[in-house]
T-cell receptor
Framework: NAGVTQTPKFQVLKTGQSMTLQCAQD?????MYWYRQDPGMGLRLIYY???????DKGEVPNGYNVSRLNKREFSLRLESAAPSQTSVYFC???????????FGPGTRLTVL | GQSLEQPSEVTAVEGAIVQINCTYQ??????LSWYQQHDGGAPTFLSYNALDGLEETGRFSSFLSRSDSYGYLLLQELQMKDSASYFC????????????FGAGTRLTVKP
């Protein structure tokens, strides 16, 4: 069991470039989440997917899009990166009805 | 809206007991979670309280008072490896997929 995996681990972008962050889980979890974490702050929810085929906005969705490709995979896309999107991005998953979110190792993104 | 408050930093010595408090404001409270995060690492789940009272898991315990909108994480027999950031997070009845995290408490354990 790999748990929750994320790619890439690190990324540097220039303002205006686009990229997709990938997340996959092998625990057969229904719900998946994307968070961002800025220095000295807690995690803020960007988008989540309660089940395959559904996605919903969280606290800070502006500038992002997501795709729940199948039950295993949930990707986060930045269409036109901005310096304000410099952050660490975490993907997480939880079994339906469960309380414990399992987090991936994170992607450290810098936008110049 | 929702808000959570927890101290930004706590320092304690090895072997001691430390309590990290969390007060929250939210409509339709569902439950309070605690997560640990070491520098450069991912958050890991510690505990969850939906009902009033104390939940114990080894050296860690978590308490909730719904009437006071308050909870705490109690760490006993502190070890150096407990130095990390600790986050409380709330889920609401209206959307229990939408978890809101506090800003975190950085715990430093000294020898």
């Amino acid at each position: 069991n790999a748990g929750v995996t994320q790619t890439p681990k690190f990324q540097v972008l220039k303002t205006g470039q686009s990229m997709t962050l990938q997340c996959a889980q092998d625990m057969n979890h229904n719900s998946m989440y994307w968070y961002r974490q800025d220095p000295g702050m807690g995690l803020r929810l960007i988008y989540y997917s309660a089940s395959e085929g559904t996605t919903d906005k969280g606290e800070v969705p502006n500038g992002y899009n997501v795709s729940r490709l199948n039950k295993r995979e949930f990707s986060l896309r930045l269409e036109s990166a901005a310096p304000s999107q410099t952050s660490v991005y975490f993907c997480a998953s939880v079994i339906s009805g469960g309380n414990e979110q399992f987090f991936g190792p994170g992607t450290r993104l810098t936008v110049l | 809206g929702q808000s959570l408050e927890q101290p930004s930093e706590v320092t304690a010595v090895e072997g001691a007991i430390v309590q990290i408090n969390c007060t929250y404001q939210t409509s339709g409270f569902y439950g309070l979670s605690w997560y640990q995060q070491h520098d450069g690492g991912a958050p890991t789940f510690l505990s969850y309280n939906a009902l009033d009272g104390l939940e114990e898991t080894g050296r860690f315990s978590s308490f909730l008072s719904r009437s006071d909108s308050y909870g705490y994480l109690l760490l006993q027999e502190l070890q150096m490896k407990d130095s990390a950031s600790y986050f409380c997070a709330v889920r609401t009845l209206y959307n229990n997929n939408d978890m809101r995290f506090g800003a975190g408490t950085r715990l430093t354990v000294k020898p």
